[in-house]
């Protein structure tokens, strides 16, 4: 059997939990055929039969995992862009039968994408804190207000709370920590292999 990276196995798992691991594995291994969902749902339940039948499929002796989880599982990968389907028309049930395949190969492209997003994020935040300092209230420090220049100045610096003196506050600290943060994503590997 073929088995996922560490990587991509972690990234199934944050986008649908255990059983995504569980249908990325069938997916991978189904390549060269045509596969529905409900192939994919007995394929899971023999394979994890022979290893643990105590896994999350049997309570009380009834088999807990339904066609409709693994149905859900596989929209889950689809908006993530690492599945697809088509579907066709049962001519004698009137229904649609879905087969499914994965995207994996997109995967790389998919975590670059994520890690440019967040970096601009970032950096956004970052100009922001070096554009834009705050005042706060000393006395009131659980508060989560924060004032700008425009904003204090109205107040007369006086803290709406408790009219104690607003303050500027130093952000030098969360600018050093969303500086550090950017170089830390810009030097991740996320190649696949
Ligand atoms: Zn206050």
């Given amino acids: 059997m073929k088995e996922l990276s560490p990587l991509l196995r972690s990234f199934l798992f944050v986008i649908a939990g255990e059983i995504a691991i569980e249908v990325g594995i069938e997916l991978l291994n189904s390549e060269e055929m045509d596969i ?3 192939g994919i749902t007995e394929n899971i339940k023999e394979r994890i039969k022979k290893i643990d039948p105590e896994k999350f499929f049997e309570e009380n002796g009834v088999e807990v995992l339904k066609l409709n989880t693994v ?20 001519k004698s049930t009137g229904w649609f039968i879905y087969y499914w395949w994965h ?12 890690k440019r997003t967040i970096e601009a994020k970032l950096r956004e935040r970052l100009k922001f804190e070096e554009n834009n300092y705050f005042f706060v209230c000393k006395n009131c420090q659980d508060s989560i ?3 700008n220049f425009d904003s204090a100045f109205e107040l007369n610096f006086k803290c709406p709370n408790c009219s104690g003196p607003l303050e500027a506050q130093d952000n030098q600290e969360l600018i ?3 500086k550090e943060k950017i170089v830390l994503i810009e030097n991740i590997d996320l190649s696949v292999d």
């Fill in 36 to 38: 529905t969902d409900e």
């Fill in 71 to 90: 149905r859900k599982t596989l929209y889950k990968l689809y908006s993530g862009k690492l599945a697809q389907f088509r579907r066709i028309r049962d």
């Fill in 103 to 114: 995207e994996f190969d997109l995967f790389e492209e998919i975590l670059m994408e994520k």
């Fill in 145 to 147: 207000l924060k004032f």
């Fill in 176 to 178: 050093q920590y969303l």
